[in-house]
């Protein structure tokens, strides 16, 4: 008779004594999709319940694939996961420095960042929060994103902006307009919608305002963009 030797996640052995009894808790209970400011309330509730075990964020994790990239990663690493989304995720368990070591490494090796300083996360999230409202939310986002990012953040809006514009050299405006264009180039590539559906669709006042603002970015109007026919759109996880 064969005896198979399993070969044991070094990461894993690590914690044998101290699973978390909230381990039934899985973040399938959530649309891992949801971003912060759709269900606010859920999400105290969850982070309540975890008592906070350990957040980490993830610079470059800006779309659905890359959320499905970091988990898998996790769980070959034998790292149980509470709840994931764009550029954050919450683990089941307190990670010490080693764990956070491999995978920071891991991460690097496909292209994201573990973010450790303070101000590197707030940035991290400020994006993240932007990315979410203009590229993934499922209903046209028709709010203020001074207020979103406030009231998500816990933060005066004038340092959300402070910060953001000492690190990333350009105003959390023009990030906005930014993301906007680079949507607008998407749905214009994939020809899905007419010019007007997605004026409204990026919460835009008019068509001419949509019109004046890409010609601004990006020197040539929708219909001129259109009719090269090449993606010439940013990816996400260039940003």
Known sequence: MTTTNTVESPLASSRLNRRCSSRSIINKNFDDYLFPFIFPNQKTHLFSLLQMKTKLYIKHMVCPRCIETVRELLHDLKIEIAYIQLGEVVTLHVLNKEEKQVIQNQLSQRGFELLEDKTSKL????????????HHSQEPFVGNYSELLSNQLHHDYSYLSRQFSSVEGITIEKFVLSQKIEKVKELLFYGELTLSE???QLNYSSLAHLSSQFKKETGMTPTEFKKQRKPRHRSLDSI
Do not use: E, R, T, V
């Open 198 to 200: 997605i004026a409204f």
């Open 123 to 134: 940035i991290g999230q400020i994006k993240s929060i932007i990315i979410g409202a203009i």
